[in-house]
C-alpha cells in the first residue's frame, strides 16, 4: 500500500481544512486506515482511524466534535475534515495503514505498517 497525503496549508484559528489520503495497491481499500500528526519536538499522536468499510470511527479527545475522518473506497481516498482549528493543532499530519487481516482501529505508530509522506498544518492565532 502506497499513501500519498494533501491537502496541508497555512489557516486563522478557527478556519476548516480538509486533508486527503490516496492510497494505492489492491489492498488499499480494505485496509484500516488511521492520520496520525507530529508537533516539532513531540511525539507522533493518534488523531482519527477508520475501519475498512467506514463504518466504524475513532478519535482522539483532542479533536473529537472538531475533526471528521471519512473513506470513498471507491476512489481509495481517505479525508480528514478538520473544523474549528486551533493553533495546537499545528503539526505535520500522516495517513497511515494497517496490514490486511487487521481490523481492530489501533490509536498507537507501531499499530500501522503503512505511511504516507505527511503534510504540514499550520494555525495561526
Known amino acids: 500500500v502506497q499513501l500519498q497525503a494533501s491537502g496541508g496549508g497555512l489557516v486563522q484559528a478557527g478556519d476548516s481544512l480538509r486533508l486527503s489520503c490516496a492510497a494505492s495497491g489492491r489492498t488499499a481499500s480494505s485496509s484500516v486506515m488511521g492520520w496520525f500528526r507530529q508537533a516539532p519536538g513531540m511525539e507522533r499522536e493518534f488523531v482519527a482511524g477508520?475501519?475498512?468499510?467506514?463504518?466504524?470511527?475513532k478519535y482522539a479527545d483532542s479533536v473529537k466534535g472538531r475533526f471528521t475522518i471519512s473513506r470513498d473506497n471507491a476512489k481509495n481516498t481517505v479525508y480528514l475534515q478538520m473544523n474549528s482549528l486551533k493553533p495546537e493543532d499545528t503539526a505535520v499530519y500522516y495517513c497511515a495503514a494497517r496490514m490486511l487481516g487487521l481490523h481492530l482501529i489501533g490509536v498507537t505508530p507501531s499499530e500501522y505498517n503503512y505511511w504516507g509522506q505527511g503534510t504540514l498544518v499550520t494555525v495561526s492565532s
Open positions: 477508520i475501519s475498512w468499510s467506514g463504518g466504524s470511527t
